[in-house]
């Protein structure tokens, strides 16, 4: 099947900092998705993004599908910002495949 | 638009018993999915519907495990005999035909 891969794993920051998050796919997509999944284990949705450039805020997202890659961008960043991103793609099966995850500690 | 939800929030099991979850979808989503997440891993993907018709299993989905979603609205994922290794968070999430998925709260299951 497909790999996604995320980079960092990890993440600290300083309030107020930017941060660029990464996700890397080995295959052709149809659809990809930017997650965020807060302390309680919700999974919110952030982008979906299948090519392009999108913004929300202080978030924006940027996929080049053709070569299979898409960026996360977090700009002055709160505490509230803490978490595991997620970044999913679909191909031609019907599922979603997630990345392991960018875990990001925001410290004030 | 109230979101998926999913029932009920936790529960705690022995080794050997069933358990049901339920997943109330968005109301107009057409396609329902089961996934399931362990610690430190990304969810991975379980079964799917599209309306009332399971379209799609992953062969996670061992013969112990069944899923439902008979009126093509709410569904429900049955675990009979349950083994510690079932413990996870089983998430519902829902989308129109193939678009943007909708994800639920999660039910927290941990088998003792």
């Known amino acids: 099947g497909i790999q996604v891969e995320q980079s960092p794993p990890d993440l600290i920051l300083q309030e107020g900092a930017n941060s660029t998050l990464r996700c890397n796919f080995s295959d052709s997509v149809n659809n990809l998705q930017w997650f965020h999944q807060n302390p309680w284990g919700q999974l919110i949705n952030l982008f979906y993004?299948?090519?392009g450039t999108k913004q929300n805020g202080r978030l924006s997202a940027t996929t080049v599908a053709t070569e299979r890659y898409s960026l996360l961008y977090i700009s002055s960043s709160q505490t509230t910002d803490s978490g595991v991103y997620f970044c999913a793609v679909k191909t031609g099966a019907n599922n979603l495949f997630f990345g392991t995850g960018t875990r990001l500690t925001v410290i004030p | 638009d109230t979101g998926v939800s999913q029932n009920p929030r936790h529960k705690i099991t022995k080794r050997g018993q069933n358990v049901t979850f339920r997943c109330d979808p968005i109301s107009e989503h057409n396609r329902l999915y089961w996934y399931r997440q362990t610690l430190g891993q990304g969810p991975e993907f379980l079964t799917y519907f599209q309306n009332e018709a399971q379209l799609e299993k992953s062969r996670l989905l061992s013969d112990r495990f069944s899923a439902e979603r008979p009126k093509g609205s709410f569904s429900t994922l049955e675990i009979q005999r349950t083994e510690q290794g079932d413990s996870a968070m089983y998430l519902c999430?829902?989308?129109?035909?193939?678009?943007?998925?909708?994800f639920g709260p999660g039910t927290r299951l941990t088998v003792t």
């Open positions: 999430a829902s989308s129109v035909d193939g678009y943007e998925q909708y």
């Open positions: 993004i299948p090519s």
